[in-house]
C-alpha cells in the first residue's frame, strides 16, 4: 500500500526557512509525478512545486526564486525548501505522487506551515 507523509511544517517568522519532507512508502522512481501543492484557509488548493518526468522542475510564480523541489531517491523521499517565507505561504501543504500508466494518484495527509509578519 502507498503511503506519503509530510513533515517539517511549523510556525517561522516572515523571511525564515523551513524543509518539508515528504516520506514515501514505495519506491518514489515508480512515480512519474511528484508535486507539492498547498491550500490556505479559504482558498483553492494551488500547485507550488512538481517534478515532472522527462521534463524537469516547474514553480508557481509565487514561490519561484523561493522554492526547491528535489528526491532523494536512496530515502524514498521527496523535499520542499521553502526560503524567504512570506506571510502569504501559510497553508496546509500536500505531498502528491502520481503514474501516468495507470493513472494512480496519492496523497499525503498534509502538514502545515504558519509564516508569522
Known amino acids: 500500500q502507498v503511503q506519503l507523509v509530510e513533515s517539517g511544517g511549523g510556525l517561522v517568522q516572515s523571511g525564515g526557512s523551513l524543509r518539508l519532507s515528504c516520506a514515501v512508502s514505495?519506491?518514489?522512481?515508480?512515480?512519474?509525478?511528484i508535486i507539492w501543492y498547498r491550500q490556505a484557509p479559504g482558498k483553492q488548493r494551488e500547485l507550488v512545486a512538481a517534478?515532472?518526468?522527462?521534463?524537469?522542475?516547474d514553480y508557481a510564480d509565487s514561490v519561484k526564486g523561493r522554492f526547491t523541489i528535489s528526491r532523494d531517491n536512496a530515502k524514498n523521499t521527496v523535499y520542499l525548501q521553502m526560503n524567504s517565507l512570506k506571510p502569504e505561504d501559510t497553508a496546509v501543504y500536500y505531498c502528491?505522487?502520481?503514474?501516468?500508466?495507470?493513472?494512480?494518484?496519492?496523497w499525503g495527509q498534509g502538514t502545515q506551515v504558519t509564516v508569522s509578519s
Open positions: 502528491n505522487a502520481r503514474r501516468r500508466w495507470n493513472k494512480e494518484d496519492y
Open positions: 514505495v519506491s518514489i522512481g515508480s512515480f512519474n509525478d
Open positions: 517534478d515532472i518526468s522527462g521534463v524537469g522542475t
